[in-house]
């Protein structure tokens, strides 16, 4: 998934919506592509992106840490990590849910990986019928949970 990671997190938000929340939840959903920041920077091979910071125990480590500090928003961090990987596992590339433990990775192979970084990632993952039944998907997520909260 791409630019539905957006409407995805700000889901997340909408369960104490405000501004600062809807900040930190797109923060911690993203959180987890900074993997790329690395391989960017030359720092790691391309093939680092969608391992160490795509597992649960990740999830759980950030959580905790956040807790230490904002206990009120570890269970929003934990669920913003938890559904970034849920979108992200309609990737051929996989998922190392269960890292360090297993180097297994799980896929539901919905969509075929585009890269993770450049106007090729766009154009490759929108080509694909998937992107468009997901993202729509999210979308009417993201509208229902805007309608519960006004109404």
């Known amino acids: 998934m791409q630019l539905g990671h957006i409407p995805l997190a700000l889901s997340i938000a909408t369960y104490d919506w405000s501004p600062k929340m809807a900040v930190f939840c797109l ?5 987890p592509n ?12 391309p093939s680092f ?15 905790g840490l956040v807790y230490l500090v904002a206990p009120h928003y570890a269970p929003f961090a934990f669920v913003a990590l938890i ?10 590339v996989g998922q190392p849910l269960l890292w360090p433990f297993s180097k297994k990775k799980f896929t539901l192979s919905l969509f075929q990986d585009t890269g993770y970084w450049g106007w090729e ?10 992107s468009w039944v997901l993202e729509g998907a999210v979308l009417v997520l993201f509208s ?5 909260i006004n109404a």
């Not at 992106?49 to 959580?63: L, R």
């Not at 559904?83 to 051929?92: C, E, L, N, P, Q």
């Open 34 to 45: 900074a993997d790329v920041l690395v391989v960017k920077a030359g720092l790691a091979k």
């Open 121 to 130: 990632m766009y154009t490759g993952y929108y080509k694909q019928r998937a």
């Open 49 to 63: 992106h969608c391992t160490v910071t795509h597992n649960i125990f990740f999830a759980v480590v950030v959580s």
């Open 27 to 31: 923060g911690a959903h993203f959180l």
């Open 83 to 92: 559904t970034h990987y849920m979108a992200d596992i309609g990737s051929t």
């Open 144 to 148: 229902y949970r805007l309608y519960v």
